[in-house]
């Protein structure tokens, strides 16, 4: 079973591993920045993801490595300091070790630690989240704790959050938890509370990523957080999710008008999510189509979250009859664009958008083909 990951662990360590994690990237499917406002989210789980495997040493020793480097990081277990340069990508088992006391879980002292991976990094899917999922699993099958899913996820998040320092939502570490095969994940960023819908058979994902980026990204992300903090003070509510889009509508003059945009846009895509799930439940892809594209339209014109290299690829992917919709995935302001396709959409119609890409822009984008996959698991090997 794995025999490339036991293979590899051996060239590593000289001994096989005694515990097998796998957890799954992920795509922000629909619900786009409404996490922070309390709404929902429906993200799915790919049928790609980050490997594990683990044995204890006695000596308390922690030894990591992974496919992407060549060189072993060594620390002693009472070592937990956030790691830079090279050895940076131990921050995420480091950061999965220190959240455990969080939660009243203990961590392993001595062990050695491989990471290997089927999954693009950077490129959206939230590799982040499922080398994260796939350690907290190990880390917890090898001191015999059996905590409930949502726990698991909350140790990942807390990783990111606090160890690692990336401000995520629950999205990423949700879905990579509780992901399935041919199902979607709906998130209530409230509770947080998690359900699968199930994906009507036939469909795939695209995934074309631009490798842009704004450079000024992270101060948008705040702007939008604070313009969505502002107008959900206008209407005297805790968060935008209490709202509707009526009620929003009927108040537009409380609002500055960049403001109203912004919460036009939260609102709606809010009710988007609501109506994907509906029509996911009667099988209507075609329906659900319409809502993505129609997400990210509003992407493009009330948050201004989009650009022109994303907007380019929406345009040519759904002039396409094998495409049901797409927009984009993650914060926007570059990154990736998600399409949900009927079997008739393949390699050579994918590299036709990608040639209009290049041709416009001077660089193809990277293509991946999904399907959905089943959230983290524990192999025994
Ligand atoms: P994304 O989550 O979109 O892939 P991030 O920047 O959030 O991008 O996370 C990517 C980081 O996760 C990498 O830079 C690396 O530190 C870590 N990582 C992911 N997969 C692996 C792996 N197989 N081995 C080592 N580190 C990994
Ligand atoms: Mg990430």
């Not at 996490?35 to 044995?55: F, K, Q, S």
């Not at 979607?184 to 074309?208: K, N, Y």
């Not at 009620?247 to 709606?268: G, M, N, Q, W, Y």
């Not at 339209?297 to 797409?326: I, Y």
Request: proline share 5%; with cysteine; hydrophobic share 45%.
């Amino acid at each position: 079973m794995k025999p490339w990951l036991i293979e590899k662990f051996r060239a590593s360590f000289g001994r096989a591993p005694h515990w097998i994690a796998r957890a799954p990237g992920r795509i922000e499917f629909i619900g786009n920045h409404t996490d922070y406002n309390g709404g929902p989210v429906l993200g799915a789980a790919i049928d790609r993801g980050v490997w594990v495997g683990l044995a204890l040493r006695d000596d308390g020793q922690r030894r990591f490595a992974s496919d992407q480097l060549s060189e072993v990081v060594a620390l002693p277990a009472d070592r937990m300091k956030k790691q830079a340069g090279a050895a940076a990508w131990v921050n995420y088992p480091l950061g999965v070790l220190a959240a455990l006391p969080e939660f009243s879980l203990r961590a392993p002292a001595g062990f050695d630690y491989l990471a290997m991976s089927d999954l693009p990094v950077g490129a959206g899917l939230s590799s982040s989240a499922a080398i994260e999922l796939a350690s907290g699993l190990a880390f917890l099958a090898a001191t015999a704790q059996q905590p409930s899913r949502e726990i698991l996820v909350k140790v990942g998040k807390h990783a990111e959050n606090h160890f690692v320092g990336v401000p995520c939502g629950i999205l990423d570490q949700g879905v990579s938890g509780f992901g399935k095969k041919d199902h979607l994940v709906f998130i209530d960023c409230r509770g947080p509370r998690f359900e699968t819908v199930p994906l009507p058979g036939g469909a795939h994902f695209w995934i074309f990523n631009t490798h842009t980026k704004h450079a000024l990204v992270d101060g948008l992300y705040a702007a939008r957080h604070r313009e969505c903090m502002e107008a959900a003070q206008a209407l005297s509510v805790g968060l935008l999710v209490e709202t509707n889009p009526a009620a929003l509508l009927v108040a537009e003059r409380k609002f500055s008008p960049i403001v109203f945009k912004r919460a036009r846009h939260i609102v709606e895509e809010i009710a988007r999510v609501s109506a994907t799930v509906a029509a996911l439940r009667v099988g209507d892809l075609a329906a659900v189509g319409k809502l993505l594209t129609a997400s990210h339209r509003s992407s493009q014109m009330w948050f201004e979250n989009s650009t022109p290299e994303l907007d380019f690829l929406v345009t040519t992917l759904t002039s396409q009859p094998a495409v049901f919709g797409a927009r984009l995935t993650g914060g926007g302001f570059g990154g990736a664009v998600m399409a949900l396709t009927s079997v008739a959409f393949g390699d050579d119609e994918a590299n036709l958008v990608a040639a209009a890409y290049a041709e416009k822009f001077g660089a193809a984008p990277d293509i991946l083909h999904a399907q959905t996959g089943d959230g983290a698991e524990l192999f025994t090997p």
